[in-house]
């Protein structure tokens, strides 16, 4: 006789968005952050050590697995730090894969009420994005470190952004100051009587978006359901040091002749990285980018 697999409760998918508040990596409870060892490997190189120093320094063995220690008194995860009066994982690009599907991991969704009980801690929990229940199933099987060709691809989107930043200080001359009036995250609106608009869309490739995901991760992607952008909060950018190439270049008192020449420059190194790793190329307005995101 056949047994029938059970429907699990959140067949109909749930709701999540991550606030980026560092609960879900606080105490004051104990408990573990397992990494496994392709893990240790890469947040070793992102802390230029090795392997060896980083057990050593932050690593312990509980039984036959290993886990990041936590801090003594707060029981913090030891790379959890304060910044500017904002909690921060230090090393959230190569953060290990137990972070990375919080807060679909099989002890939240046992039933309904330990998944109501998690959210009274994560905020996140039953707001934002909606995921299908084929989506939390890919999210919870991801390995993230066994895409062999995704951390040299973002190296190389890496570069291209280091490489843009050097053109604009180079070029400082060509791209006049910039105010920080957010202004220019606002796209496909008319100028009002105290608002400037520049008519003016941004447009991103696929490693750009590739890079901002691996290191936001897949909760971190917002849907654009307006003319502004989801990153632009208070007026700042959220996302300043994995802002896109569009950003990087866009100066609305700069020279438009430079600008372009530079974008286009851009545009073939990016051609070149899809070219190079077998990335499908596709570039593409901000909106339909986010609200259709790359999964990696």
Same mark, same amino acid.
Request: hydrophobic share 35%.
């Given at each position: ?134 989506? /939390? ?5 991801? #390995?993230?470190? %066994? ?5 040299? *691809? !973002? =190296? ?92 990087? /270049? ?5 020279? #438009?002749?430079? %600008? ?5 420059? *851009? !545009? =073939? ?28």
């Amino acid at each position: 006789m056949q047994i029938k697999k059970k429907t699990p409760w959140y067949v109909g998918g749930l709701a999540f968005e991550c606030m980026q508040c560092g609960r879900c990596c606080a105490g004051p409870s104990e408990g573990y952050i397992w990494v496994a060892k392709p893990e240790i490997k890469l947040i070793a190189d992102f802390l230029k050590m090795t392997p060896a120093e980083l057990r050593r320094k932050f690593l312990k063995r509980v039984g036959l697995r290993t886990t990041i220690i936590e801090d003594r008194t707060s029981r913090d995860c030891i790379f959890l730090k304060n910044e500017a009066g904002k909690r921060k994982c230090m090393i959230y690009s190569v953060r290990p894969n137990q972070c990375r599907i919080w807060p679909f991991w099989p002890s939240n969704l046992k039933n309904p009420n330990t998944w109501n009980e998690t959210a009274q801690k994560c905020t996140g929990i039953n707001r934002g994005k909606f995921y299908s229940y084929e989506e /939390i199933q890919k999210i919870q099987k991801q #390995k993230w470190w %066994q895409n062999e060709k995704q951390q040299p *691809a !973002l =190296k190389k989107v890496a570069e291209i952004y280091n490489w843009l930043d050097l053109q604009m200080a180079n070029n400082s001359d060509l791209i006049g100051q910039c105010k920080g009036c957010g202004e220019c995250c606002v796209f496909d609106e008319p100028a009002s009587a105290n608002k400037q608009r520049f008519d003016h869309r941004l447009f991103l490739t696929t490693p750009e978006l590739i890079y901002l995901t691996a290191n936001l991760g897949g909760e971190g992607i917002k849907p654009m359901l307006t003319s502004h952008c989801p990153y632009n909060i208070g007026g700042k950018c959220s996302i300043y040091k994995y802002r896109f190439a569009g950003c990087r /270049i866009f100066y609305c008192r700069g020279d #438009k002749d430079f %600008q372009s020449r530079l974008s286009e420059s *851009a !545009l =073939k190194r990016f051609k070149l990285v899809c070219e190079e790793f077998g990335i499908a190329y596709n570039y593409t307005d901000l909106a339909t980018a986010l609200n259709n995101p790359v999964v990696v």
